[in-house]
């Protein structure tokens, strides 16, 4: 996401969740939900109550690869660019973001991909390095995002998703049709992340072809998805978010 909003869905993807200013962790919450299932905003005051892998430090260490991007205006409109960082102080070029613990003792973050082990980001200059394009790097890397796409795909079209409540990071959650995700998650990776031809796979499936089922149904009421034995009535639905 980078340069004018004007026909660019990656900027304006980013715009929808960047506040005016170094506000970022609206965009941290969304790319997090959309792009590795995991909701992380419970953790931006306090540790994970349901995952214990998902600490406070970790939120703000994922939040810290934004810290570069800045929502500017421009003659045509708005713009996402990046600058450099000079952290919570606005002196220091290398001073990590500063925040509070649940007992109010401040304490500050670098840049580092959940559950990595590299060593966290410290440059807060682009010309060092681009915190963003490290993200996108790890994230696409990750186990989660391949599956994480996959699951919105398939929900987008049946109206409901493997994993429920939907972007719930519990530990221990399963999907429901773990075999199904995993098999459909490893084609997408190996198609090159095609997201046309995953929605193929899906939409010639037997189960997208059989009769639609309303969601009055009483297998349905009862059931969710009822194993996903054929789509629901979506008309009456809102509709997922897609990145």
Same mark, same amino acid.
């Given at each position: 996401?980078?340069?004018?909003?004007?026909?660019?869905?990656?900027?304006?993807?980013?715009?929808?969740?960047?506040?005016?200013?170094?506000?970022?962790?609206?965009?941290?919450?969304?790319?997090?939900?959309?792009?590795?299932?995991?909701?992380?905003?419970?953790?931006?005051?306090?540790?994970?109550?349901?995952?214990?892998?998902?600490?406070?430090?970790?939120?703000?260490?994922?939040?810290?690869?934004?810290?570069?991007?800045?929502?500017?205006?421009?003659?045509?409109?708005?713009?996402?660019?990046?600058?450099?960082?000079?952290?919570?102080?606005?002196?220091?070029?290398?001073?990590?973001?500063?925040?509070?613990?649940?007992?109010?003792?401040?304490?500050?973050?670098?840049?580092?991909?959940? !559950?990595?082990?590299?060593?966290?980001? /410290? $440059? #807060?200059?682009?010309?060092?390095?681009?915190? =963003?394009?490290? %993200?996108?790097?790890?994230?696409?890397?990750?186990?989660?995002?391949?599956?994480?796409?996959?699951?919105?795909?398939?929900?987008?079209?049946?109206?409901?998703?493997?994993?429920?409540?939907?972007?719930?990071?519990?530990?221990?959650?399963?999907?429901?049709?773990?075999?199904?995700?995993? !098999?459909?998650?490893?084609?997408?990776? /190996? $198609? #090159?992340?095609?997201?046309?031809?995953?929605? =193929?796979?899906? %939409?010639r499936s037997s189960a997208f072809e059989r009769e639609e089922r309303k969601r009055t149904d009483p297998l349905i009421a009862r059931q969710g998805s009822d194993a996903f034995s054929s789509f629901m009535d979506l008309r009456s639905a809102p509709r997922p978010e897609l990145g």
């Amino acid at each position: 996401a980078q340069g004018d909003a004007k026909n660019n869905p990656a900027v304006n993807f980013m715009l929808a969740h960047q506040s005016q200013g170094r506000a970022q962790v609206a965009a941290t919450d969304k790319l997090c939900r959309m792009f590795l299932n995991a909701e992380m905003q419970c953790a931006r005051c306090h540790d994970h109550p349901f995952d214990a892998r998902l600490t406070q430090e970790t939120y703000w260490e994922t939040a810290a690869f934004l810290t570069q991007m800045r929502k500017v205006k421009t003659p045509s409109g708005w713009a996402i660019v990046d600058r450099d960082d000079f952290g919570t102080d606005g002196k220091s070029i290398d001073e990590a973001d500063l925040f509070y613990t649940a007992n109010r003792n401040g304490s500050v973050a670098y840049a580092r991909f959940p !559950g990595s082990d590299e060593p966290a980001i /410290q $440059s #807060g200059r682009v010309k060092d390095v681009n915190r =963003r394009v490290k %993200l996108a790097e790890a994230v696409v890397d990750s186990e989660q995002f391949a599956a994480s796409v996959t699951e919105q795909l398939w929900k987008r079209v049946f109206g409901t998703g493997f994993i429920r409540p939907s972007g719930m990071s519990r530990k221990g959650t399963n999907p429901s049709h773990r075999e199904l995700l995993d !098999g459909l998650a490893r084609e997408f990776r /190996q $198609s #090159g992340f095609d997201v046309k031809k995953s929605l =193929r796979w899906i %939409l010639r499936s037997s189960a997208f072809e059989r009769e639609e089922r309303k969601r009055t149904d009483p297998l349905i009421a009862r059931q969710g998805s009822d194993a996903f034995s054929s789509f629901m009535d979506l008309r009456s639905a809102p509709r997922p978010e897609l990145g």
